[in-house]
């Protein structure tokens, strides 16, 4: 009796397990948004935030009943920022059937994905990758991104620092990376070409060196008014500090990379003074005030880097889809570059070559601790 | 059994001291808060008590549970036996991408690629005894030789993998000379060096190869002049690499038992007697370089053919440690092992990514815990075994002659 | 002639942070022939073990000096104790396995406590309080040669003299001299050969300690990658400098921060690495043990 009892159970059992499944499979099929970037690793701070804010918006769309009936799904791949994994990440996310994906968050990483992903006809939506011949080569009809190319940036730095602080002879840094040397090439270029100011020192430092006096102390021999520096925080702490240190009042412009609160943690007073460009100040759009207080309920914690263009470009990638009605590589390009979109950065929508119209940069500087807009 | 409790007891406590500082205390220097993990003291000692006591016990019983490791290299002398276990494993290769995504089959190309490295290398390290840190530069020689001669002259695929090979054993023998009179860690700190000056070079030298942007748009190869969708083109490189990887086997084992690969190994095993027997040893060590060097020349153009963009972050000195620990965990001059210790490096970390953050630790970890359970690899040579190895002497720290 | 001077003394801190790494993988190389990888880490966790104290007292209260003196201290004891653990599990059992293994054990060890500290703490760069005030009657000279430079220098000759008189002068020196010149006669002897080695490790981190707090409060930030970089460099200098002699790995330091720092400052910065090695792979190429290595002929 017992056993025949058993048997009955388990038999039941099996079946609402399949009766689940079988429901699952009457249900619409949900749109796979594919989020890939850095979850881990040394840059992962600047791409979790993006992470979350996709998250936050498909939670709040999927709550309102998704787009066009379907639920959205993330299928979430961490890319360490590294190129090779990259691919392998694009390849995983083509395997899963995402539909459309919003990454990544390094320019090399993007780069080396997006080939990938145009011959599987994927729109990418990027909110942070901002190698210009991304856009400008016209190679990558599937690419789109929520954040100005490094050669505006550099446009930025170079005009502040030529027409607004009147400096004459500026050395330019990077860290030999491929975010921060390209905004030095740029950066060398404009002002070359704005025949205001001259270049009197290009060079590079090596992250993880011992010692950086030996480049600060190139810096001061070429008497330079000015350092534009292109690469991330950690660099720029550094050769900001053994500056000061040495008694150098050099003025220092640096880019979006530098534009972190960490910088100003790290390098503490001497933190003070510095320039950085960013993407322009929203704080004032209650699409702003709205997310940030969003990922402060959800996640107890302040937003990190591009989490507002993140949030934008998931935004932009809903609506795009609701508008086209349906994911179609040809319908939802089509969306993007007609249909204007309500976001934290203000309205959008996208250009032939994929840039953002209507996002840019701003330049702000650090005093009292924080970081302010000038601008 | 009480003074293993207290040994282990000891061990424990000594691991919690140990971790203290690191693991306990968590410190935000910049609002200047300490947090204090005690919970993680706790896992430590425990974890260490329980290891310190599993340990002794192996420790004590060695000799017993030895026998449950398979000793492979009975089971691979035996020649029918061999000849079925070939054939199944060639089946399986065979048909693998049927059954797989092309996730994973890219992921297998990979673990397939780092085969061919492994058995490169294996030439250099394994046969010849030249202990090689910086052989990823002849990788990086092969890719960029693909992309920038595809950037400059449209050059494809299959002109460019013997040039890529040509060329990367032209490095070869150029490392080659200046290191003749070297031996041991000279000689692997200076390959070192030059793994990095190649890669330095790679990453400023903009003009010539486009610095850390890396080059990207390189084509895949060609099936007989048509281009092929992303999913086939996979499925193509793999069976490519499946093809390169039996070839390059074929061609070591012809060469371990030829004169080139007699000489390798008297090289490897007493430099003076081999020069007394008359072998030119200049030409033995070059001839060394220059194969292995070719070897990595090929895939590096592989690589690049697969990955479609190459930058300089790929072929640092973490691809040579790695390509070494995968011949000497495989177990050092023997081929399967370099194929095993390939699979197992490369797939491991795969499906550890579970473990996300944790892979690389357990990487670490299992490297060491092989090493220091089976020095031998998991396919030692039994050929070594015939005679006892010296005690490492140390008067003697770097020869010349 | 500023600028010489200044790179000069640039060039000098350098040297001395890679000498005090440098000493590690020396000895441990004059005594078991292997190359520590796992080292340029010790000097990490020592970085790490010094901020971690100095931030917990500074939060408890305590004045500059003492927060800086205790730190070291702790940064020594604890780098000392992660030294001999490393050897005793990853080395020891090694010993008398074919010379490849221990290398890829070291590797291992080197990857596995890479990962360890970025979990335990954190993958961003933390500050590190500072702790070195800026001696006011230096300050004239500040574009030369900062406070920090200074007592990174002191510290470093304070050091040598130490580590000279212990190698010459004790017991246990002259155990250390005798096994690393004959492992088997040192046994022989009666010497204790497993204490010596160990002893080896003990010492070599606590000087890898030293400079990794030295290097903490000189940049004022350290991130758990610090150390393979740093490695590589203060190995290239020990072997520069002939690898198992002591005052050739601080000539070999010398020499190697010298060429970086006058390479970046009269030629260029973007290659100062290359610089470096290139400078490695002549020396070895007319001396090959090391500019002061002992020349042994191998007798058949």
Known sequence: MARKFQFLSGVVLFAALFAGKVNFATAAEPIRLGVAGAHSGDLASYGLPSLNAARLVVKEINAKGGVLGRQIEILAEDDVCKPEIATNTATKLISEKADIVMGHICSGATKAALGIYKDAKLIVVSPSATNPELTQSGKYPNFFRTIAADDAQARQEVDFAVKVLHLKRLAVIHDKGDYGKGLAEFAKEFIEKSGAAEVVLYEGVTPGAVDYSAIVQKIKRADADGVIFGGYH???????SQMRKKGMQTVFISDDGVKDDTFIKVAGPNAEGVYASGPKDTSKNPLTKAAIL???????????????????????????????????????TKALRQQAVDTPLGSIRFDERGDAIGVGFSMYVVRGGAYQEVL | ?????????????????????????????IEQKVVWRW???????????????????????????AKYWPEF????????LKRFFLAIIALLAALFPLFFSSYQINIMTTALMYAVLGLGLNIVVGLAGLLDLGYVAFYAVGAYSYALLNYHFGLGFWAALP??????????????????????????????????????????????????SGIAGIPRPG????????????????????????????????????????????????????????????????TAFALGASWAGMVGVLFAAKTTFINPASFTFLESAIILAIVVLGGMGSTVGVVIGALVFILLPEYLRAFADYRMLLFGMIMVGVMVFRPQGIIGTSRRRSYPLPDMDLGKEAGHD | MDYFLELFFSGLTRGSIYALIALGYTMVYGIIGLINFAHGEIYMIGAFTALICASVLTVWGLPPLAVLVLSALAAMIWSAAYGFTVERIAYRPLRHA??????????????????????????????????????AWLAPYRSIIGSSDLVILLTTTVVMILLTLLIKGTKIGKAMRATSQDKQMALLLGIDVNFVISATFVLGSALAAIGGVLIASHIGQINFAIGFLAGIKAFTAAVLGGIGSVPGAVLGSLLLGWTESFATGYISSDYEDVFAFALLVLILIFRPAGILGRRHNQKV
């Open chain 1, 234 to 240: 950690p660099e720029a702490s550094k050769v900001v």
């Open chain 2, 1 to 29: 059994m009480l003074a293993e409790l207290k040994k282990a007891m000891l061990v424990a406590v000594w691991f919690m001291f140990l971790t203290l500082p690191i693991l306990v205390v968590k410190v935000n220097p």
């Open chain 1, 294 to 332: 969003a990922h402060q309920t959800e996640y107890g914690s302040e937003p990190g880097a591009f989490f507002l263009n993140a949030y934008a470009a998931t935004l932009a990638i809903v609506n795009a889809i609701d508008k086209a009605g349906s994911t179609d590589f040809e319908a939802v």
């Open chain 3, 98 to 135: 074919p010379r490849l293994s221990p290398l890829i054990s070291a590797i291992g060890m080197s990857i596995f406590l890479q990962n360890y500290v970025l979990l335990a703490q954190s993958a961003d760069f933390v500050p590190f309080p500072a702790l070195i005030p800026d001696f």
């Open chain 2, 39 to 65: 919970a993680n003291l706790a896992l430590v000692g425990l974890a260490a008590f329980v290891l310190t006591l599993a340990g002794r016990y192996y420790g004590r019983h060695k000799t017993e549970l």
């Open chain 2, 73 to 80: 290299h009975p089971l691979l002398a035996h020649p029918a």
């Open chain 2, 223 to 286: 099936f007989f002049g048509m281009t092929l969708s992303v999913d086939n083109a996979i499925c193509y490189l793999y069976y490519l690499v499946l093809l390169l990887g039996l070839l390059t086997i074929f061609v070591v084992n012809r060469l371990r038992d030829s004169r080139i690969g007699r000489a390798w190994i008297a090289l490897r095993e007493d430099e003076i007697a081999c020069q007394a027997m008359g072998i030119d040893k200049t030409r033995t060590k070059l």
């Open chain 2, 163 to 212: 040039i890529g090979g040509l060329l990367a054993a032209m490095f070869g023998i150029a490392l080659g000379f200046p290191v003749l009179r070297l031996r041991g860690d000279y000689l692997a700190i200076v390959t070192l060096g030059f793994g990095e000056i190649i890669r330095l070079i790679l990453e400023n030298w903009n003009d010539f190869s486009f610095g850390p």
